[in-house]
């Protein structure tokens, strides 16, 4: 049975957080004299807001979720940290991981002296919930799913994730990044039903921020209390706020947008399927697409050449002559395609 209080830090359940005077005023005042800034107006001289609240209740309805149940971090990368952080003791807890898979959820523990366990998906990318399952032990504190993963672009179905969920004690954290270029259903919808699933989404991918650093994660408000106590008080800055807001109030540009990746996914997907040095394209619920190729190194420095920066994923496993490709605009595809039609190994 879950119980949050079995996994937190015996320190970070001790924590007095930092605390400022705007944790508890968040109103309008004439004169603003609690925090040592300068006076005069640069757009950017007042601190934020720590808690981020006009952009939570902007997440919150567009995510159909309470703004108490919206953590919003300096990317997702933050929030994978601090999930780390929070809950793993140094030396002592691992994390389970699914390879191949983001990069980061290993790198993150290393950083924070946490071991990996590494329960590889099958060849079919599919996710063996038994065997991760079986690779948990007393010291596992969280479980790292991304659906739809990279670099395979897949999607992990709700009956795994809920598999996984209800038969571990420790947090389940989805990594979502990608699922704005799906219709299928987000773990969002589980997470009333289990504490312990905590899904991770981003304005990175589908919303065209990668460069703000928004990060959300949507969990139990326990969870989320305590994440707020160890967190940067002012992680995400005023620009990035502003620019997120502006963004989240144009529902119509981005769903414009995401159509337009989509589309062009499939048409990239169709185009390189007819080469000849392709061997196989994966099908992908992302806005990237793995390529099996023939002869891919060299094909990988050609891309080089002719100024097309792609990823080399052929050292993962199951991933073996392997590229992903990011869609790009219409122009940036047809450039690739044409840059590929002229490779001849
Ligand atoms: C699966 C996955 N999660 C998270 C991230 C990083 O997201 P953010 O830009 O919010 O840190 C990426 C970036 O490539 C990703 O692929």
């Known amino acids: 049975m ?9 320190n970070i359940k001790r924590l007095k957080p930092y605390s400022s005077a705007r944790d508890d005023f968040s109103g ?9 800034e300068n006076p005069f107006n640069t757009g950017v001289n007042r601190y934020p807001d720590p808690h981020q609240r006009e952009l939570k209740a902007c997440l919150a309805q567009i995510k159909g979720v309470k703004p108490e149940n919206v953590f919003i971090g300096n990317g997702s990368d933050e929030i994978i940290d601090l999930l780390y952080r929070v809950t793993c003791d140094p030396g ?15 790198v993150s523990a290393e950083i924070n002296d946490v071991a990996i366990t590494k329960v590889f998906l099958r ?25 739809p993963n990279n670099p395979t672009g897949n999607l992990v179905p709700i009956d795994v994730i809920e598999t996984i969920a209800s038969n571990f004690d420790g947090l389940v954290v989805v990594d979502e990044a990608y699922i704005d270029f ?6 969002v919808s589980l997470i009333e039903k289990y504490p312990n699933i905590f899904v991770m989404q981003t304005l990175s991918k589908a919303w065209g921020l990668a460069g703000a650093r928004v990060g959300v ?8 209390a305590v994440m707020d106590k160890v967190k940067a008080p002012y992680n995400v800055n005023i620009l990035s706020q502003q620019v997120a ?6 529902i119509e540009a981005f769903n414009a947008k995401v159509d337009i990746i989509v589309e062009q996914r499939d048409w990239l997907s169709a185009e390189l399927s007819k080469l000849d040095i392709v061997e196989k394209v994966y099908p992908s619920d992302a806005n990237f697409l793995l390529v099996k190729f023939k002869d891919t190194a060299n094909l990988f420095q050609f891309l080089l050449d002719c100024g097309i920066v792609a990823r080399d994923r052929s050292k993962e496993k199951w991933c073996e ?9 219409p122009d940036e595809n047809e450039m690739l395609v044409k840059a590929l039609n002229q490779y001849f190994i």
């Open 321 to 329: 002559g392997c590229i992903r490709l990011t869609v790009g605009t």
């Open 182 to 187: 799906t219709t299928s259903e987000s773990a």
């Open 92 to 106: 002592k807890a691992n994390a389970i991981v699914m390879p191949p898979t983001y990069g980061m959820y290993a």
């Open 245 to 250: 807001l502006n963004s989240l109030n144009d």
């Open 217 to 224: 994660g949507i969990g139990s408000k326990d969870l989320l």
């Open 123 to 147: 060849e079919d990318f599919s996710v063996d919930a038994e065997a991760v399952l079986a690779a948990v032990n007393e010291n596992t504190r969280l479980i790292f799913v991304c659906s």
């Open 2 to 10: 879950f119980n949050l209080n079995n996994i937190l830090r015996e």
């Open 28 to 36: 309008e005042a004439s004169v603003w004299i609690d925090a040592n």
